[in-house]
């Protein structure tokens, strides 16, 4: 870790002639053209689900597929509803268990695991070690293999058919520890220790002062925890068909075959969609962090 | 003599007890003040005992066992294991495939994501989380591999195949995935695009907390371009975040398995897209062989773990 001298307040800078610092015309050219070619091709998913779910039918049916649509419809979304509105039961039952589930599954995470991480980084006490690298040996075990005597856990512990069948074991990933561990590292022992002498409780530090300096991790945290609960079907633990989540009523709808083929197109889209716009949420706000104040003064 | 050094030892002994006495009495202190800590830590460390290190635990009991998932597990020592290294041919594919894809993609898919993940730094504000979409795509979006399908697509409408054939340089269009030379390869370059992922996230974010006013001073120290900034100060700035990273892509390049089975399905063609995962996905969801299938996985963590311990040791040297 630097030195205090180092972290003291910075200097108003213009950012706009720091810019200037060590860039070439024909650097910036290059990494432009660079980055065009590579993201036509990374983009091709995105705007493959977009077109599919605007295509007519026959037009999804075509041989050899088309990228781009021709007569775009929202035929797909309508059928979608029609299909959605004769579900078992009430759609909005689903997007509700899909709103617990995701909201506390990646709250509880990110919160969890954060607290975890901050004596991980910053404190010195005995079993230090081996219990973080117990958390990254961890994620190098098959999770296959673990799903039985996890199911069989869950049962023991009653949570079968419950929401916190898939909330719990949410909250103790091992990758949100290590992320928000290495990000809670490289925060200056003398901002902490400030804070301590102000008289903060290390709970009050922990809240003031590391987790609005680690913005960009939990925001990131967030960005991989709500994909992972937004594509959770629920299908080994939830048995009731009013605790099952969206993702799960959406495939259901997607497994009736060709004639579903235009509402299935809308629902790749959906699934897609709503991480996306999550993902930008919180992206632009992980750029803000930088904009508006200097991570480490 | 002998009566000495008798006396020595016991001596050393009392001395080594009286130690051992000290520490553990400050180490009782130290667990005592160190209260907080524990008391953040409590939450998850519940729940990670409870789905991670229990699970864990009884898979790798259950690798002793054979376990058919109907009838209660028997006892068989180091059988599965002995099959695996002895009488398992396919598994010996699977490994040797599984290595030579993480030789590549690992290293490779790591680069591209500190690579890109710099490139798009360069870049500001609504561009910037626009550009940031795009390379994530193939991560965010589920069916990424539909577009692979077509574009891999046997008859002379795939576009790969197409494009070939209309610039003459094959005459018949190519059963990609069906052609035993040609899965690997296609595997590694899918897995190349979809390599932008949880790590290249996290290098972004990482990105953003190195302190602006280094690059100031290094270029006063004379960094010349941008090229030596990232070498001397970017990178040993977010070393804890490039730490991060290579675990991420050690787990994913040793674990592949999605991309396998989607493209080259599982059995592929002459197992030339078999790798440990899905072999071992094979004996635990098709066959029913939990206890193999957990050896299978036991071997692969020991795999990753050391594997890791190298990398990190590699890591350390960033920046020098």
């Known amino acids: 870790m630097a030195s205090t001298a180092e972290y003291k307040k910075p200097k108003k800078v213009n950012y706009k002639k720091q810019k200037q610092l060590n860039r070439s015309k024909a650097g910036n050219g290059l990494l432009f ?53 004769d579900s078992w039961v009430p759609f909005s039952r689903y997007i509700l268990n899909t709103i617990i589930i995701t909201a506390s599954g990646t709250v509880g995470h990110v919160i969890v695991a954060s607290f975890a991480a901050y004596p991980l980084a910053k404190h010195n ?74 008289g903060a409780s290390e709970f009050k530090t922990f809240w003031t002062m590391v987790m609005p300096n680690v913005k960009p991790a939990w925001l990131t945290l967030a960005i991989f925890q709500f994909q992972q609960m937004w594509g959770q079907t629920g299908n080994q633990f939830l048995r009731s068909e009013e605790l099952k989540p969206l993702q799960y009523s959406l495939q259901q709808i997607t497994q009736g075959g060709t004639a579903r083929a235009g509402a299935a197109a809308a629902v790749s889209f959906i699934i897609a969609a709503i991480p996306i716009i999550f993902f930008l949420i919180c992206q632009s706000n992980v750029i803000e962090t930088m904009t508006t104040s200097g991570m480490k003064d | 003599m002998a009566k000495n050094t008798v006396a020595n030892i016991t001596e050393n002994n009392t001395d080594a007890n009286m130690e051992k006495a000290k520490m553990q009495g400050r180490l009782w202190f130290r667990i005592k003040k160190s209260k907080t800590s524990y008391l953040m830590l409590a939450p998850y460390l519940i729940l990670f005992t409870f789905f991670t290190i229990a699970p864990v635990l009884v898979s790798m009991g259950f690798s002793f066992t054979y376990f058919n998932m109907l009838e209660a597990p028997t006892f068989v020592g180091w059988k599965n294991y002995i099959k695996l290294f002895l009488d398992d041919d396919i598994f010996m594919i699977a490994l040797k495939n599984t290595l030579l894809f993480a030789v590549i993609t690992g290293p490779a898919s790591y680069l591209l994501c500190v690579l890109f993940a710099w490139i798009i730094n360069e870049f500001k504000g609504k561009l910037r989380a626009f550009l940031t979409l795009i390379f994530y795509a193939p991560s965010i979006c589920g069916q990424a591999y539909l577009v692979w399908n077509i574009i891999l697509n046997p008859g002379k409408t795939g576009w790969l195949n197409g494009i070939l054939i209309k610039w003459g340089f094959i005459d018949e269009p190519i059963l990609w995935m069906q052609t035993e030379k040609y899965v690997l390869p296609v595997l590694v370059i899918v897995q190349l695009w979809l390599s932008l992922g949880t790590g290249f996230l996290s290098f972004i974010a990482g990105l953003q907390t190195v302190d602006k006013s280094l690059y100031e001073a290094a270029a006063m120290d004379g960094v010349k371009n941008r090229w030596q900034e990232l070498w001397y100060v970017t990178l040993p700035s977010m070393k804890p975040q490039l730490m991060f990273g290579a675990v991420m892509q050690i787990t994913q390049s040793f674990a592949v398995a999605d ?35 957990s050896a299978i996985a036991t071997v692969l963590f020991l795999l990753m773990v050391g594997t890791n311990k190298l990398v990190q040791k590699i890591l350390g040297r960033v920046g020098e």
């Open chain 1, 125 to 198: 006490f005995p079993g230090k070690k081996i219990i973080f690298g117990l958390v990254v040996l961890s994620m190098m075990f098959s999770y296959t293999v673990t799903q039985i005597p996890n199911y069989m856990i869950i049962t023991w512990l009653g949570l079968n058919n419950t929401y916190l069948a898939l909330i719990l074991p949410a909250w103790q990933y091992g990758m949100g520890l290590y992320l928000m561990k290495q990000f809670m590292e490289q925060i200056p022992d003398s901002l902490l220790e400030s804070s301590r002498l102000d």
């Open chain 2, 259 to 293: 991309i396998s089975i989607q493209l080259a399905g599982n059995p592929s063609v002459n197992y030339a897209g078999a790798t440990v995962t899905t072999h071992l996905l094979d004996y635990g969801t098709t066959r029913f062989e939990m206890g193999y299938a």
């Open chain 1, 33 to 85: 053209f660079l980055m065009f070619i590579c993201g036509i091709f990374m983009a091709l998913p995105l705007v493959m689900i977009v077109n599919n779910a605007l295509k007519p039918l026959d037009e999804i049916f075509q041989y050899p597929p088309k990228v781009f649509v021709k007569n775009p419809t929202s035929e797909n979304f309508t059928d979608l509803f029609v299909l959605m509105n």
